[in-house]
């Protein structure tokens, strides 16, 4: 089989993975989550014309001649309805928010005025009529959609939700996925310290990769390198909407992972891809209904190297997920930095360099985070972004403009551009 490209590869996973049903969830809980419905406005707001200031609501007509004094006839608070018609001469003190009297076609602000007596005040400004009212309905009219289907709830978007009072929203499902590490060579975070064995970091570092997402994983643990226990770890990961496998995936004599998926009926679509790190990826589809589960199980089978396989996860595993949540900002956002120092590189693999970021006059500078083994996962820990190495590069020079995908958390795109 040939290498695909990330790019080639993340396309071939997303025409397999599909957004998930919805379910409904309140609405103190759906920070992060996607809408499945349309959502549309159950009200006008504001409902009637308000004041946008605290001042007085006038005639504008009154005030052809300024400054004017006019008798005040009564206060409209914020919750009040004016009880009065504000004729010739007149005018209401209104406070942000309360409804317009009759007769009013505009409002001071109190900076504009000066009170001479509870009964009379001096405006000192001319107006239009309308000024600093807020009319009924502009900031959402009774029926109108006011948020789409596949909308991530932000903190905003919760407000606009309270607003048109869904109390309770429907969302799309969030995948269920387990992590499962394999080698002999691995020890768990509980065992005590063997100094022959290597500490099991991938299940955890990918663990927070999805939590990241806003996933609660499941850790199923470490499976030996023996055939007959990995059909069993890897049979009960099989149950689940999405299955992590760490490890095993080489073309050693004892990288099982890949013959017993496909012994038990997973359909491997890719196991090769070309970049640095992370070049033994797999990924593959158990289709529905097999292994006691009504719908597809997506399978990626990740590089054991701990830097490799969390770059893989976010080139393949975080784009799936958002898929499937129902976000259509699937990639991590790209942005363009300069590169602070020379990098080598030898053509034929996409290499993603953990890079550290500085804000600078007009943009970014990325610099290495230092020694960039598959295996030193402390490049990785330290690092802002990927910066993306073409594969036909021959090294890059210092003061290179280079794509970098951001490693925060929250912020996402909808395509992946970046040129490899
Ligand atoms: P493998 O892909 O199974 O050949 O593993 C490649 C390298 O990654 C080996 O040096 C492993 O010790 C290391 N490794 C595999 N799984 C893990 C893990 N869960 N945590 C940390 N290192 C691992
Ligand atoms: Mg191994």
Redesign the pocket.
Known sequence: MEHLSVTDAQQCILEFVKTLGAEPVRLEQSLGRVLADDVYANRDLPPYDVSAMDGYAVRSADLALVPATLSVIEDIKAGDMPAKTVHAGQCARIMTGAPLPAGADAVIRVEDTRASSETEVQINVAVKPGNDIRLQGEAMRNGDAVLAAGTEITPGISGILATVKSAQVRVHRRPRVAIL???N??EDIDDPVDPDK??????YALMAQVQALGIEPDLLG?AR?DPAELAEYLQRGLKFDVLLV?????V?VH?YVRPILESLGVQMKFWRVAMKPGH?VAFGVLPGNAGGNSKDTFIFGL????V??MVCFEQFVSPALRRMMGHARIHRRTISARLTHNLKHQPGRTEFVRVTLKSEEGGYAATSTGAQGS?MLLSMARADGLLVVPSDSAGLAGGSMMAVQLLDGTVFQEDAIFKE
Request: without cysteine.
């Open positions: 590490s394999t080698g060579e691995l290597i500490p099991n970091s991938n299940s470490i390198d760490s490890g095993g995936t080489s050693g990288d033994p590089p054991g190297n701990p490799s396989s295996g």
